[in-house]
Protein backbone atom coordinates (compact mmCIF):
# COMPACT_ATOMS: atom_id res chain seq x y z
CA UNK A 1 0.00 0.00 0.00
CA UNK A 2 1.10 3.47 -0.77
CA UNK A 3 1.45 5.86 2.20
CA UNK A 4 2.83 8.73 3.96
CA UNK A 5 3.15 8.33 7.76
CA UNK A 6 3.67 10.94 9.72
CA UNK A 7 5.30 11.85 13.32
CA UNK A 8 2.57 11.98 16.75
CA UNK A 9 1.21 15.21 17.91
CA UNK A 10 3.86 17.98 19.33
CA UNK A 11 3.60 20.60 22.33
CA UNK A 12 5.94 22.90 22.25
CA UNK A 13 7.07 26.42 24.13
CA UNK A 14 7.76 29.55 22.24
CA UNK A 15 11.06 29.19 21.20
CA UNK A 16 11.89 26.06 20.78
CA UNK A 17 12.98 23.94 18.04
CA UNK A 18 11.14 21.38 16.64
CA UNK A 19 11.24 18.59 13.64
CA UNK A 20 8.45 16.45 12.06
CA UNK A 21 8.77 13.21 10.16
CA UNK A 22 6.68 11.90 7.01
CA UNK A 23 7.81 8.05 6.13
CA UNK A 24 6.87 6.99 2.72
CA UNK A 25 6.33 3.14 1.89
CA UNK A 26 4.48 1.30 -1.07
CA UNK A 27 6.53 3.47 -3.81
CA UNK A 28 9.92 4.82 -4.84
CA UNK A 29 10.48 7.12 -2.47
CA UNK A 30 12.85 8.84 -4.60
CA UNK A 31 10.91 9.51 -7.30
CA UNK A 32 7.63 12.25 -6.47
CA UNK A 33 8.30 15.08 -4.46
CA UNK A 34 6.76 15.86 -0.91
CA UNK A 35 5.29 18.87 -0.17
CA UNK A 36 4.35 20.21 3.53
CA UNK A 37 0.81 21.95 3.86
CA UNK A 38 -0.45 23.57 6.84
CA UNK A 39 -3.79 24.43 8.06
CA UNK A 40 -4.06 26.74 11.07
CA UNK A 41 -7.15 25.76 13.23
CA UNK A 42 -10.67 26.28 11.54
CA UNK A 43 -8.53 27.31 8.17
CA UNK A 44 -7.68 26.33 5.32
CA UNK A 45 -5.12 24.81 3.07
CA UNK A 46 -1.44 26.60 2.85
CA UNK A 47 1.18 25.50 0.72
CA UNK A 48 4.66 25.59 2.78
CA UNK A 49 7.12 24.26 0.25
CA UNK A 50 8.10 21.24 -1.22
CA UNK A 51 11.45 18.69 -1.54
CA UNK A 52 12.82 16.06 -3.98
CA UNK A 53 14.17 13.54 -1.83
CA UNK A 54 16.18 12.05 -5.05
CA UNK A 55 18.60 15.55 -3.86
CA UNK A 56 17.12 17.47 -1.40
CA UNK A 57 16.73 19.83 -3.53
CA UNK A 58 13.80 22.29 -2.17
CA UNK A 59 11.99 25.45 -2.49
CA UNK A 60 9.35 27.50 0.04
CA UNK A 61 5.86 29.54 -0.31
CA UNK A 62 7.38 33.00 0.23
CA UNK A 63 5.04 33.07 3.19
CA UNK A 64 7.70 30.35 4.81
CA UNK A 65 10.40 31.29 3.60
CA UNK A 66 13.23 31.40 6.30
CA UNK A 67 10.51 30.29 9.06
CA UNK A 68 10.95 26.76 8.09
CA UNK A 69 13.27 24.13 6.63
CA UNK A 70 12.11 21.02 4.39
CA UNK A 71 14.54 18.14 4.26
CA UNK A 72 14.78 14.16 3.44
CA UNK A 73 16.83 11.36 3.77
CA UNK A 74 15.83 9.18 0.90
CA UNK A 75 17.76 6.64 2.53
CA UNK A 76 15.08 5.94 5.33
CA UNK A 77 12.36 7.29 2.72
CA UNK A 78 11.49 10.16 5.04
CA UNK A 79 11.37 14.20 4.48
CA UNK A 80 11.06 16.82 7.24
CA UNK A 81 9.85 20.07 7.90
CA UNK A 82 11.85 21.79 11.10
CA UNK A 83 11.23 24.98 12.86
CA UNK A 84 14.85 26.43 14.99
CA UNK A 85 12.20 29.04 16.63
CA UNK A 86 8.90 27.96 17.51
CA UNK A 87 5.80 30.82 17.73
CA UNK A 88 2.40 30.97 19.37
CA UNK A 89 1.24 31.15 15.28
CA UNK A 90 2.98 27.91 14.31
CA UNK A 91 -0.03 26.14 16.11
CA UNK A 92 -1.97 24.55 13.11
CA UNK A 93 -2.34 20.86 11.46
CA UNK A 94 0.92 19.67 9.30
CA UNK A 95 0.18 17.29 6.27
CA UNK A 96 2.96 15.61 3.98
CA UNK A 97 1.69 15.17 0.51
CA UNK A 98 3.15 13.42 -2.35
CA UNK A 99 3.44 15.11 -5.83
CA UNK A 100 1.49 13.17 -8.53
CA UNK A 101 3.71 14.07 -11.16
CA UNK A 102 7.02 13.84 -11.48
CA UNK A 103 7.41 15.84 -14.78
CA UNK A 104 4.39 18.32 -15.37
CA UNK A 105 4.65 21.58 -13.66
CA UNK A 106 1.06 21.02 -11.63
CA UNK A 107 1.32 20.47 -7.84
CA UNK A 108 -1.36 17.62 -8.20
CA UNK A 109 -1.27 15.52 -4.08
CA UNK A 110 -2.50 12.24 -4.76
CA UNK A 111 -1.56 10.57 -1.52
CA UNK A 112 -1.36 12.54 1.87
CA UNK A 113 -0.23 11.84 5.20
CA UNK A 114 -2.79 11.68 8.52
CA UNK A 115 -1.08 14.90 9.61
CA UNK A 116 0.95 15.93 12.88
CA UNK A 117 -0.91 18.67 14.98
CA UNK A 118 1.62 21.47 16.49
CA UNK A 119 0.46 22.70 19.52
CA UNK A 120 2.65 26.27 20.21
CA UNK A 121 1.88 27.82 23.69
CA UNK A 122 3.49 28.99 27.02
CA UNK B 1 -5.97 35.76 1.85
CA UNK B 2 -6.34 32.95 -1.35
CA UNK B 3 -5.85 34.37 -4.72
CA UNK B 4 -8.86 32.03 -5.86
CA UNK B 5 -12.26 32.68 -4.45
CA UNK B 6 -14.92 29.90 -3.59
CA UNK B 7 -18.03 29.98 -2.39
CA UNK B 8 -18.20 30.01 2.04
CA UNK B 9 -21.34 27.16 1.48
CA UNK B 10 -23.04 25.17 -0.75
CA UNK B 11 -26.10 22.95 0.08
CA UNK B 12 -28.24 20.77 -1.42
CA UNK B 13 -30.48 17.45 -0.26
CA UNK B 14 -30.10 14.14 -1.09
CA UNK B 15 -29.76 12.80 -4.55
CA UNK B 16 -29.80 16.64 -5.75
CA UNK B 17 -26.75 17.78 -8.10
CA UNK B 18 -24.79 20.87 -6.60
CA UNK B 19 -21.44 22.48 -8.28
CA UNK B 20 -18.92 24.46 -6.19
CA UNK B 21 -17.26 27.43 -8.00
CA UNK B 22 -13.49 27.67 -7.79
CA UNK B 23 -12.91 31.45 -9.25
CA UNK B 24 -8.91 32.96 -10.23
CA UNK B 25 -7.27 34.62 -13.03
CA UNK B 26 -4.97 34.59 -15.96
CA UNK B 27 -2.42 33.61 -13.73
CA UNK B 28 -3.51 30.39 -12.61
CA UNK B 29 -7.37 29.09 -13.42
CA UNK B 30 -7.90 30.62 -16.64
CA UNK B 31 -4.39 30.02 -18.10
CA UNK B 32 -4.00 26.68 -17.38
CA UNK B 33 -6.07 23.55 -17.22
CA UNK B 34 -4.01 22.56 -13.83
CA UNK B 35 -6.90 22.98 -11.66
CA UNK B 36 -7.46 20.00 -8.50
CA UNK B 37 -10.05 19.70 -6.11
CA UNK B 38 -9.55 18.09 -2.78
CA UNK B 39 -12.70 16.99 -0.33
CA UNK B 40 -11.48 17.33 3.24
CA UNK B 41 -13.86 15.30 6.00
CA UNK B 42 -13.79 16.61 9.58
CA UNK B 43 -10.52 15.52 11.38
CA UNK B 44 -9.04 13.96 8.05
CA UNK B 45 -6.44 14.60 5.48
CA UNK B 46 -7.64 16.04 2.13
CA UNK B 47 -8.51 13.24 -0.55
CA UNK B 48 -8.02 13.69 -4.34
CA UNK B 49 -10.99 14.27 -6.16
CA UNK B 50 -10.20 16.04 -9.67
CA UNK B 51 -7.14 17.14 -11.30
CA UNK B 52 -6.26 18.67 -14.65
CA UNK B 53 -9.99 20.15 -14.22
CA UNK B 54 -11.71 17.17 -14.58
CA UNK B 55 -9.55 13.94 -14.47
CA UNK B 56 -10.78 11.45 -11.58
CA UNK B 57 -8.73 9.46 -9.86
CA UNK B 58 -9.14 6.11 -9.61
CA UNK B 59 -11.35 4.82 -6.74
CA UNK B 60 -13.41 8.48 -6.78
CA UNK B 61 -17.34 8.02 -7.55
CA UNK B 62 -18.28 9.25 -10.76
CA UNK B 63 -20.38 11.30 -9.14
CA UNK B 64 -18.13 13.69 -9.01
CA UNK B 65 -17.01 15.48 -11.93
CA UNK B 66 -14.64 18.66 -13.04
CA UNK B 67 -15.41 21.47 -15.67
CA UNK B 68 -13.61 25.16 -16.63
CA UNK B 69 -15.12 28.10 -18.17
CA UNK B 70 -12.55 31.21 -18.36
CA UNK B 71 -11.17 32.00 -15.24
CA UNK B 72 -14.05 29.82 -13.38
CA UNK B 73 -13.24 25.73 -12.93
CA UNK B 74 -16.44 24.14 -11.46
CA UNK B 75 -16.90 20.81 -8.80
CA UNK B 76 -20.34 19.14 -9.70
CA UNK B 77 -21.55 16.59 -7.43
CA UNK B 78 -24.20 14.67 -8.65
CA UNK B 79 -26.86 12.45 -6.57
CA UNK B 80 -25.62 13.80 -3.55
CA UNK B 81 -24.98 11.94 -0.43
CA UNK B 82 -25.08 12.30 3.13
CA UNK B 83 -21.08 11.13 2.99
CA UNK B 84 -20.48 14.13 0.87
CA UNK B 85 -20.72 16.73 3.38
CA UNK B 86 -17.39 17.90 3.76
CA UNK B 87 -15.13 20.75 2.75
CA UNK B 88 -13.79 20.77 -0.86
CA UNK B 89 -10.80 22.80 -1.62
CA UNK B 90 -9.61 23.68 -5.20
CA UNK B 91 -6.04 23.92 -6.17
CA UNK B 92 -4.25 25.33 -9.12
CA UNK B 93 -1.08 25.52 -10.77
CA UNK B 94 0.14 29.82 -10.55
CA UNK B 95 2.96 31.92 -12.11
CA UNK B 96 2.68 33.88 -9.21
CA UNK B 97 5.17 33.48 -6.59
CA UNK B 98 4.37 29.81 -5.45
CA UNK B 99 3.87 27.26 -7.76
CA UNK B 100 0.22 26.23 -6.19
CA UNK B 101 -2.22 28.19 -4.62
CA UNK B 102 -5.38 26.66 -3.05
CA UNK B 103 -8.75 27.99 -2.58
CA UNK B 104 -10.05 29.31 0.96
CA UNK B 105 -12.27 26.06 0.55
CA UNK B 106 -16.58 25.58 0.29
CA UNK B 107 -18.56 23.72 3.22
CA UNK B 108 -20.57 21.52 1.49
CA UNK B 109 -23.54 20.01 3.76
CA UNK B 110 -26.65 17.86 2.90
CA UNK B 111 -29.90 19.11 4.07
Known amino acids: EVQLVQSGAEVKKPGESLRISCKGS????????ISWVRQMPGKGLEWMGR????????NYSPSFQGHVTISADKSISTAYLQWSSLKASDTAMYYC???????????????WGQGTMVTVSS | QSALTQPASVSGSPGQSITISCTGT?????????VSWYQQHPGKAPKLMIY???NRPSGVSNRFSGSKSGYTASLTISGLQAEDEADYYC???????????FGPGTKVTVL
Open chain 1, 97 to 111: ARRKYSSSPNDVFDI
Open chain 1, 26 to 33: GYSFTTYW
Open chain 1, 51 to 58: VDPSDSYS
Open chain 2, 26 to 34: SSDVGGYNY
Open chain 2, 52 to 54: DVS
Open chain 2, 91 to 101: SSYTTTSTPIV
